[in-house]
């Protein structure tokens, strides 16, 4: 069984993040969805908010389980027998950074690859950053993220009067 690992900050996970993850699936026997759990940047949202919201919206797929890491990727993905890293690309200013770290990545493990999947165009202009943004002054995410993160987001938002 090929198993792969798709690692991320998840902060929080979008419409375009599950969408990956269910393509993802469809190829591989198993993806563990990998929260990163110390990022040098500090996450608007906990660690385990974050998987629990990734958990909620992705309970549909029964090859996929979230989990977190901290440390080398490669070093999580060994641990898990991944054979591969997937990324998700969604327009060519991504394409820098993804290149920089596919390649540092098989430079230390070249037995796993790094594969992308092209963003759904449909959430081509998606991030997290954005919605949170949105989020914050009180604006509407749905459509953007799942029904669950929705949810979430509001708790957090302002009421508008
Ligand atoms: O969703 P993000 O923030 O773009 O995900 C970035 C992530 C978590 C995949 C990346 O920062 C990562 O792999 N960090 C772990 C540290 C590591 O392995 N660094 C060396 C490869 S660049």
């Not at 699936?25 to 385990?48: D, L, Q, T, W």
């Not at 943004?133 to 009421?159: D, F, H, R, Y």
């Amino acid at each position: 069984m090929k198993i792969a690992i798709y690692p991320g900050s998840f902060d929080p996970a979008t419409c375009g993040h599950i969408d990956i993850i269910e393509r993802a699936a469809s190829v591989f026997g198993k993806v563990y969805v990998a929260v990163i759990k110390n990022p040098e940047k500090k996450a608007e949202f906990g660690f385990e908010d974050r998987m629990k919201m990734l958990k909620g919206a992705t309970k549909h797929l029964k090859n996929v389980v979230i989990d977190s890491f901290s440390g080398l990727l490669i070093d999580y993905a060994k641990k898990k027998k991944a054979s591969a890293i997937i990324r998700g690309l969604r327009a060519v200013s991504d394409f820098e950074y993804e290149f920089q770290m596919a390649l540092t990545n098989r430079k230390m493990c070249p037995e796993i690859e790094t594969i992308f999947f092209m963003t759904g165009s449909q959430y081509a202009y998606l991030s997290s950053s954005m919605v949170r943004q949105i989020a914050k002054l009180g604006g509407p995410v749905s459509g953007m993220v799942p029904k669950n993160v929705e949810k979430e987001l509001k708790k957090t938002s302002p009421t508008k009067a």
